[in-house]
């Protein structure tokens, strides 16, 4: 196992987390500890809190200078014009750089919470990168796709700079990824899943002659956990058990009862206590500094080209002890 250096913490980035215990507006305070301790970038979701364009424009008003990667976002819930014009309206607006992540999201969010269908999502992912990335550019709207259609609509501000990345965990969204966008996200996964994705990833951009994407993974960090926080955590991964891509992973890690029950209709306190620490062990990084600087260290190895650390505050308001001690600036200072 190699130590990373203080180069590749550079490529440590932070991630808003969605915790269910703590209070929607502590992902600003959050943004506001990764600026302070030298972080690049900010990766902000969207779940049941925020509009994330909403929340981007907070963070860049509140952590200038902070680099914003916004999403995933559900590819079935907005267009690509409101993609794009979202997007613009943050980098406009606050002056950061910010990027765009998309995903397939859950049946449960695109058609039970938007009321928007489900159905042949990698190949809707597939042409809403296409689309998306055409309007970014600059170019006026002409797309017919088979699942996304825009026609006549142009940035008055065009983001040529602006990357996508695409949240990847089945076989079919994992190639669209490989052919179509700058990144593959990847969240809750082992280091051993890294390397499969990366080998898979590699050989197809290769059949399509175009370099690799690179890698992001999220990763739930814990410093010396109490129990609050391990049940902070528990509580989260518990919603992780019944979507697609994410019940396949944990039932191959040996949690399948787990994953039965949540799709059989289970509730996410009823099946919080039943997650041991054996199984956050497989997809976080819990334990002292050295520790989680391993575990990290573990999935550069496996082929992640950045890491998105989510940290866990239920006994670290805001992360502030360990974004202080993950930081840039920390790692700068102990090697000075």
């Known amino acids: 196992m190699t130590s990373p250096t203080t180069e590749q913490l550079r490529e440590l980035h932070v991630v808003a987390p969605f915790w269910l215990d703590r209070p929607a507006d502590e992902a600003v305070?959050?943004?506001?500890?990764?600026?302070?301790?030298?972080?690049?970038?900010?990766?902000?979701?969207?779940?049941?809190?925020?509009?994330?364009?909403?929340?981007a424009t907070a963070v860049g008003l509140r952590a200038p200078?902070?680099?914003?990667?916004?999403?995933?976002?559900?590819?079935?819930?907005?267009?690509?014009?409101?993609?794009?014009?979202?997007?613009?309206?943050?980098?406009?607006?606050?002056?950061?750089?910010?990027?765009?992540?998309?995903?397939?999201?859950?049946?449960?969010?695109?058609?039970?919470?938007?009321?928007?269908?489900?159905?042949?999502?990698?190949p809707r992912a597939r042409e809403t990168v296409e689309a998306v990335r055409l309007l970014l550019g600059g170019e006026r709207a002409a797309y017919s796709g088979q699942h996304v259609r825009t026609h006549g609509f142009r940035l008055s501000r065009p983001q040529p700079e602006s990357?996508?990345?695409?949240?990847?965990?089945?076989?079919?969204?994992?190639?669209?990824?490989?052919?179509?966008?700058?990144?593959?996200?990847?969240?809750?996964?082992?280091?051993e899943r890294v390397a499969q994705v990366r080998e898979i990833v590699a050989a197809e951009a290769r059949s399509r002659d175009r370099p690799p994407p690179e890698i992001a993974v999220w990763v739930t960090v814990a410093q010396e956990p109490g129990p609050a926080t391990l049940?902070?955590?528990?509580?989260?991964?518990?919603?992780?058990?019944?979507?697609?891509?994410y019940g396949e992973m944990f039932t191959e890690l040996g949690f399948g009862s787990l994953v039965e029950s949540a799709r059989g209709g289970a509730k996410r306190l009823e099946l919080a206590p039943r997650i041991t620490l054996e199984l956050l062990d497989?997809?976080?990084?819990?334990?002292?500094?050295?520790?989680?600087?391993?575990?990290?260290?573990s999935y550069r190895d496996a082929g992640a080209t950045s890491i998105g650390i989510a940290p866990a505050t239920a006994e670290d308001p805001a992360g502030r002890r360990v974004l202080a001690a993950l930081g840039p600036r920390a790692s700068e200072a102990r090697a000075a």
């Open 29 to 55: 305070e959050i943004a506001v500890e990764a600026s302070r301790n030298g972080f690049a970038a900010m990766w902000l979701g969207e779940m049941a809190t925020f509009d994330a364009f909403a929340l």
């Open 65 to 122: 200078g902070l680099a914003l990667k916004i999403g995933p976002l559900a590819i079935g819930v907005r267009s690509p014009v409101a993609l794009a014009l979202g997007l613009a309206s943050v980098t406009t607006l606050t002056g950061a750089r910010a990027d765009l992540a998309l995903g397939a999201s859950s049946p449960e969010i695109v058609s039970g919470w938007h009321d928007r269908p489900w159905a042949a999502v990698a």
């Open 163 to 191: 990357r996508i990345s695409l949240a990847a965990f089945g076989p079919r969204m994992t190639r669209v990824a490989a052919a179509a966008a700058d990144e593959i996200v990847l969240n809750l996964v082992t280091p």
């Open 231 to 245: 049940a902070q955590m528990a509580a989260q991964m518990a919603v992780y058990l019944r979507p697609p891509g």
């Open 282 to 297: 497989q997809v976080c990084a819990v334990g002292s500094d050295s520790q989680i600087r391993a575990r990290l260290a």
